[in-house]
């Protein structure tokens, strides 16, 4: 019997330690801009920053300045799960508004390069009724 080093999975692949880095600094970004801090964009951001959700402007100083005045800016935001692969990180939660009970359910997928979030892209749904979703939301 021979040894096969190529599927030991205790090895760690660079592109896991790229990830808990990437997953570190989008953490650190989330739960500053869940305060209050918005302005962490700026030091987030990669300069050529790429929005893909219609409607939010691309670039580190016109999406901070749109994020300002956005519909997350004063909501309440649930982290619930965080997914980290080479160069993306995918963050589940819920963004409760102020006035509102049940929230949305958001997706964020962030593309990290060289410690900066250079892409985004993001998928949101209204929670329904729990009675409407046995299983959750989340």
Not at 1 to 6: A, E, N, R, W
């Amino acid at each position: 019997m021979t040894s096969d080093t190529t599927n030991d999975m205790s090895q760690e692949r660079p592109e896991a330690g790229r990830a808990e880095r990437n997953r570190r600094l989008a953490l650190h970004a989330f739960a500053e801009f869940a305060k209050g801090n918005v302005d962490i964009l700026r030091t987030a951001l990669h300069e050529d920053f790429i929005e893909h959700s219609p409607g939010n402007p691309s670039g580190r100083d016109a999406f901070t300045e749109f994020m300002k005045n956005g519909p997350v800016t004063g909501a309440r935001l649930e982290l619930k799960r965080v997914i980290a692969d080479d160069d993306h990180v995918v963050m589940h939660y819920n963004m409760i508004k102020p006035g509102e009970t049940l929230g949305t359910a958001v997706v964020d997928i962030w593309r990290m390069r060289d410690g900066l979030i250079t892409e985004h892209w993001d998928v949101l749904q209204p929670v329904p009724d729990p009675a409407e979703t046995p299983n959750g939301m989340f």
